[in-house]
């Protein structure tokens, strides 16, 4: 078993993101990217797979607080550097201190702006604010209310905050895939890819809500992990799960969707190695009265809502970007039956230049970092079928395909950021691949190389030939 990232892999990935990007600006030359995208790629891609490689083998041998210790603090600084970075690099590129295309942002910015000042004139009513969104949009700005009171309207200090947050989540993931599977080892390379994967350390240094909501999302997972596996039980224990998970529903309505059915999977199906029948029927008991209670009507609603919007939100969307100014005339023909078998590998990277699309040329080296990694997640769900070992992983592994087949089949299936909240978990399962890989087997990934190699080529021919460009 390996217990660190091996050079044969990293040094392949590295390889073909250049030769790919040598290729492309031959090919469709006149519409490759700027220097200055092509830059940032690099240095993604360039710092993941060299120092996924250098730190897996050189810290394999620590020990867990050591390891911990170095873990936290190198996650916390390139996440704060990233963030001063990004704040001068945003307002110098923009005028303001936010991404491009921020509406979003600007959004949750004037909300946390509105709250903090209700908050310090002493008018302000939980119930009330912002009550013309859905519940699923009000936990980020109340949350962002309380820290622009704390902080002064501080955007860079609610930035520090993420990558705080940011980088407690990475020791989450290590605790989370130690005990998954029951290796301090493949823990330790699931740590410092969560630390060095360049989508996770992006976010910190925007004003969106994905950074908290991937914190809770594996704080959940780590927690019902823990009450699981729990001899014995205390009412704390029990509650911090089921809280997180109702949380969540503030978040993004989906994502607490998937928590609560994540949670049943597991304490119905899991190994009985892992939970007896006792504690089994316990906790599902438990926790169906708790539920009852935390979720309201409203959050009902707006979960029968989502299930009545499935069939149409995609084709709908798909129509509308094909018919807008600037649109892709082909994305009409992208639908579920597309994007599901490429779920674990997109998106792919915006390679070209296209106009209007700095935000993701700008991410465009972590989206190829998804790509590569999910060869070891697709190899990793095969050992633990081949293995018969699915019912050990129940917990993460369902919320994993749970909301990926959710997102497969919605309008955002090719969108970078609503593949975030998940991206921890699939980085806990490629590192268990990464350790099963061995000389009979690491001759895939060659063959997956290629597979990478033709889809970004006609990826972007797609991107260019549905605007009329070739």
Not at 221 to 232: F, M, S
Not at 244 to 263: D, M, N, P, Q
Request: with cysteine; glycine share 6%.
């Amino acid at each position: 078993m390996l217990h660190y990232f091996p050079k044969y892999f990293t040094t392949k990935a590295i390889a073909l993101y250049i030769i790919v990007l040598m290729v492309i600006s031959v090919a469709f030359g006149g519409y490759g990217m700027s220097w200055i995208w092509i830059l940032f790629g690099l240095v993604e891609v360039t710092t993941f797979f060299y120092f996924t490689n250098i730190l897996t083998k050189r810290w394999a041998e620590y020990s867990e607080r050591t390891f911990l210790r170095q873990l936290f603090i190198a996650a916390l600084v390139i996440r704060v550097v990233w963030v001063v970075f990004s704040y001068f690099f945003y307002s110098s590129m923009t005028g303001l201190p936010f991404e491009f295309e921020a509406a979003d942002s600007t959004f949750y910015h004037e909300s946390g702006l509105l709250g903090a000042a209700l908050i310090r004139n002493g008018t302000f009513n939980i119930v009330e604010f912002m009550s013309w969104v859905d519940l699923s949009d009000r936990g980020y700005p109340f949350y962002l209310s309380l820290i622009y009171y704390i902080t002064g309207d501080s955007i860079i200090g609610t930035r520090l905050i993420k990558a705080l947050i940011g980088a407690f989540t990475c020791v989450l993931v290590y605790r989370l895939a130690k005990r998954t599977f029951d290796n301090p080892a493949i823990a330790k390379i699931a740590g410092v890819l969560c630390m060095l994967m360049p989508n996770l350390i992006y976010y910190c240094g925007l004003h969106l809500k994905e950074i908290e909501m991937t914190f809770l999302i594996i704080l959940f997972l780590e927690r019902t992990d823990y009450v699981i596996r729990l001899q014995k039980y205390n009412l704390i224990n029990i509650l911090l799960p089921i809280l997180t998970a109702g949380l969540l529903f503030f978040f993004r309505t989906v994502i607490g969707v998937t928590a609560i059915f994540s949670f049943f999977t597991a304490l119905v199906f899991s190994s009985s190695r892992i939970l007896g029948w006792g504690k089994r029927i316990l906790l599902i008991v438990w926790s169906i009265a708790t539920l009852s209670y935390f979720i309201g009507g409203k959050i009902m609603t707006e979960i029968e809502t989502v299930w009545e919007n499935r069939n149409t939100n995609q084709s709908d969307s798909m129509q509308h970007r094909s018919t807008i100014e600037g649109g892709n005339k082909f994305v009409k023909n992208l639908s579920g039956s597309v994007f599901a078998p490429m779920i674990f590998v997109i998106p792919f990277p915006t390679m070209v230049d296209t106009e209007g699309q700095e935000n993701q040329k700008l991410i465009g080296g972590g989206n190829y970092v998804k790509n590569i990694m999910a060869f070891f997640v697709m190899f990793s769900l095969f050992i633990v079928i081949k293995t018969h070992k699915w019912r050990d992983f129940l917990l993460p592994g369902s919320f994993m395909i749970g909301y990926l087949i959710i997102i497969a089949l919605s309008k955002f299936a090719a969108s970078e950021r609503f593949h975030l909240p998940v991206l921890p978990i699939l980085l806990m399962f490629s590192a268990y691949g990464i350790s099963q890989v061995d000389r009979k087997t690491k001759k895939y990934y060659s063959y997956y190389i290629v597979f990478i190699f033709i889809a970004l080529i006609v990826w972007s021919w797609f991107k260019l030939a549905g605007r009329g460009f070739v």
